[in-house]
């Protein structure tokens, strides 16, 4: 048996510190655009610099990430984040808090299982929902025989 602990700071299926994740999310949220958040978020002089078409890439699996958990907790927890918008500014003032990511943590404990990534423990292959079982069609008949 494996069992693994993850400290309430860190992401869960996502490299890094879930403040890390939220700033980036609320870096865009306040940005004119995703590409000058991008720019200001993974800055192209830095000595590990990645392309702007690739940092876009990045923040937008994390807005995408973080503003689909958001919105879950308000489902889950309608009488405290009633009125409240699936976005990481709108958690903070209700909050009153900059940490929100690690403060869900804590208030969502006993549905950590059932929450996605980067705040909860559900996996890529539960996340999925099968349709339909994929059975491999028969051949059917064989050809008919030649006459020669």
């Known amino acids: 048996m494996t069992i693994a602990l993850l400290?309430?700071?860190?992401?869960?299926?996502?490299?890094?510190?879930?403040?890390?994740?939220?700033?980036?999310?609320?870096?865009?949220?306040?940005?004119?655009?995703?590409e000058a958040a991008a720019e200001q978020a993974r800055p192209a002089d830095e000595p590990q610099a990645i392309t702007l078409t690739s940092a876009i890439r990045w923040v937008r699996r994390r807005v995408r990430?973080?503003?689909?958990?958001?919105?879950?907790?308000?489902?889950?927890?309608?009488?405290?984040?009633?009125?409240?918008?699936?976005?990481?500014?709108?958690?903070?003032?209700r909050l009153g808090i900059t940490n929100v990511l690690v403060a869900l943590?804590?208030?969502?404990?006993?549905?950590?299982?059932?929450?996605?990534?980067?705040?909860?423990?559900?996996?890529?292959?539960?996340?999925?929902?099968?349709?339909f079982r994929r059975h491999q069609q028969s051949s059917g008949p064989g050809p008919p025989p030649t006459t020669s």
Not at 67 to 89: D, K, N, Q, W, Y
Not at 107 to 127: E, N, R, T, W
């Open 7 to 34: 400290p309430d700071f860190y992401a869960s299926r996502l490299p890094g510190l879930l403040t890390e994740i939220e700033d980036a999310v609320a870096l865009v949220e306040s940005a004119e655009s995703v």
């Open 65 to 93: 990430a973080v503003h689909r958990l958001l919105a879950t907790v308000i489902g889950l927890l309608p009488e405290r984040f009633e009125g409240c918008a699936p976005r990481v500014t709108s958690f903070r003032a």
């Open 105 to 131: 943590r804590e208030i969502c404990a006993a549905s950590l299982h059932v929450l996605a990534p980067p705040l909860g423990l559900l996996g890529p292959a539960a996340a999925r929902i099968p349709t």
